[in-house]
Each structure stands twice: as structure tokens, then as C-alpha cells.
């Protein structure tokens, strides 16, 4: 999983239907320090989170589809959590 | 996913079986702010609909060959949306 940071939405009429009525999010992945790191995901919204939110991302195709419980679907990356804090070596991240 | 702009197509007349009537684009990844960066790959276009200029996202690795109608392809990237809008707060 990563951890990263949403910084905005996608928005798309036109899609693979997997998508059809989910919120796409663009997430900024965090090194341990906290910072951008300088990649980027877009991952489907499966908590409600926000931009703004800090949160954990699952990059792994078949765990997203069996989240999704849609076998077949086009898609590897989720958004499954919303981190309240994170501490890394005794220092306090989020 | 990430973000990328459709900037040509790809014909190929022989080509692996399972790919008949698979369309190719080449598509160039883009940063969050719609600029470029790496090298362009050639995506199968899993929605049918996308096209030269277009803003898109695209799925790589094992997953691209699940937008595809035959999901046990040889395929490492695919088109599976076309944007309509991307908003990021700075």
C-alpha cells in the first residue's frame, strides 16, 4: 500500500463501465518524510475521501477487483483508507 | 492511472491473436499538471471512442488487457477513460 496525498479529481463522461459513478481521485504519493515525492496516481474513491485528505492507497489490480468484487474490471489502484496519523522513526507525519 | 494526451495511432496488419479490432494509440504520459513526462507508449484504446488530441487515462501492467473485450491479451497499456475535466488544488 502507499500513502499519499489528494490533491484533485478526474472527471469523465466516457469510461470502461467499472468506473461508471465513482469518484477519481489524483493522488500525490508521499515519501516518509510526508513530502510529494514527485509521482502520482489516479485511484477510485472507495472511502469518501477529499482533497486535502491524507490517505492509504492499494496499487495492486487483483486486491482492487476483489474489493470491487468485479473480476474482470480494467483497474489496479484504490483509495481504501483515510490516515489519521502517521508516525515514522518517533516523528509524528500526519 | 495516470493522466496522458493521445498524440498518434498504430495500424499493424499481423499481430497477435486475441488483438483483431484493437485499436492502438500512442499516448504520452502527462504529470498531474497536464505537462509531459517519459516516453510515449503505444495503449490499446479500451473504450473505443478515444482519438488523436484527446486527454485520457490509461491503466498499465496486467490490468490493460482487462479493458479489452478478450481479457487474456498481450497488452501493457490501455485507454480506459477519456476526461472531460481535471481539477487540482495547487
Redesign the interface.
Known amino acids: 500500500m502507499k500513502v499519499a496525498k489528494v490533491?484533485?479529481?478526474?472527471?469523465?463522461?466516457?469510461?470502461?463501465p467499472v468506473?461508471d459513478g465513482r469518484k477519481?481521485l489524483?493522488c500525490?504519493l508521499l515519501d516518509t518524510a510526508g513530502e510529494a515525492e514527485g509521482g502520482?496516481?489516479?485511484?477510485v474513491d472507495t472511502v469518501g475521501a477529499g482533497?486535502?485528505e491524507t490517505v492509504l492507497i492499494l496499487d495492486e489490480?487483483t486486491s482492487a477487483?476483489q474489493v470491487l468484487g468485479w473480476e474482470?474490471?480494467?483497474?489496479?489502484?484504490l483509495v481504501v483508507g483515510i490516515v489519521d496519523e502517521m508516525v515514522v522513526d518517533g516523528t509524528t507525519i500526519v | 492511472m495516470q493522466l496522458g494526451r493521445v498524440i498518434g495511432t498504430v495500424v499493424a496488419t499481423i499481430k497477435a491473436p486475441g488483438l483483431d479490432g484493437v485499436k492502438f494509440l500512442i499516448v504520452q504520459p502527462l504529470d498531474r499538471d497536464l505537462q509531459p513526462k517519459g516516453r510515449p507508449v503505444v495503449a490499446a484504446d479500451g473504450v473505443h471512442m478515444a482519438g488523436p488530441g484527446e486527454l485520457v487515462y490509461f491503466v498499465g501492467s496486467r490490468e490493460a488487457a482487462q479493458a479489452l473485450p478478450d481479457t487474456f491479451v498481450p497488452v501493457d497499456h490501455a485507454i480506459v477513460g477519456i476526461v472531460d475535466a481535471v481539477e487540482v488544488t495547487p
Do not use: H
Open positions: 490533491v484533485g479529481t478526474v472527471v469523465s463522461t466516457i469510461s470502461s468506473f477519481l489524483i500525490d502520482y496516481l489516479i485511484a482533497v486535502g489490480g477487483r474482470t474490471a480494467p483497474i489496479r489502484a
